[in-house]
């Protein structure tokens, strides 16, 4: 059973306009979001996070939004550059408890010069 | 620091063999991760330790892998025997507890075939 979910495996964005990624996720006890970005050959890095008591968080171009009622969150890429092109994970865990994070399939970014 | 370090960064091997894939995590973290990235499930979580002691591993598929850390700054996943299905790429990444709380780093991976 999938817990976190991203739908769209691709997605393909002309430069300077912006990216959208969906993740939604099944699990309520679930209070703290992670994105992650992966280029080829290369582990996850970390990117933007959101508690659940926020419902916006902002860094650069980058921006998370978190809408518990839906379970969804959404990464907000603006403007979008080529070097954005990459696979994005979306991840969820715990702040209390353990420090497992369930990650989602991922989407493949490519940003259209 | 160096980060998460990872090897062999590439394993080819044939079905039945033993492989073994090893991992130091940045230094002074105290939670270290095993991952398995596939297209139909993504990032899977195998097993994860903390201050060295294995703390959930029931993403572990099967008696066929096994996952020691025998210190703060060692850890193997290990697949005997291995088979076709095993071939995918696995990633090690680690944490330290209560320190920008929830943040993962991962090392570079080790791509593993099993013909």
């Known amino acids: 059973d999938q817990q976190v979910k991203q739908n769209s495996p691709s997605l393909s964005v002309q430069e300077g306009r912006i990216s959208i990624l969906n993740c939604d996720y099944t699990n309520s006890m679930f209070d703290y979001f992670l994105w992650y970005k992966k280029y080829p050959a290369e582990g996850p890095t970390f990117l933007i996070s959101?508690?659940?008591?926020?419902d916006k968080n902002e860094d650069g171009r980058f921006t998370v939004f978190l809408n518990k009622s839906a379970k969804h969150l959404s990464l907000h890429i603006v403007p979008s550059q080529p070097g954005d092109s990459a696979v994005y994970f979306c991840?969820?865990?715990?702040?209390?408890?353990?420090?497992?994070?369930?990650f989602g399939t991922g989407t493949r970014l490519t940003i259209i010069p | 620091d160096a980060g998460v370090i990872q090897s062999p960064r590439h394993e080819v091997t044939e079905m039945g063999q033993e492989v073994t894939l090893r991992c130091k995590p940045i230094s002074g973290h105290n939670s270290l991760f095993w991952y398995r990235q596939t297209m139909m499930r993504g990032l899977e979580l195998l097993i994860y330790f903390n201050n060295n002691v294995p703390i959930d591993d029931s993403g572990m598929p099967e008696d066929r892998f096994s996952a020691k850390m025998p210190n703060a700054s060692f850890s193997t996943l290990k697949i005997q025997p291995s088979e076709p299905r095993d071939s995918a790429v696995y990633f090690c990444?680690?944490?330290?507890?209560?320190?920008?709380?929830?943040?993962?780093?991962f090392g570079a991976g080790t791509r593993l075939s099993v013909l």
């Open positions: 991840a969820a865990g715990r702040n209390f408890g353990n420090e497992k994070l369930t």
């Open positions: 990444a680690s944490s330290q507890t209560g320190e920008a709380k929830n943040i993962q780093y």
């Open positions: 959101i508690s659940s008591i926020k």
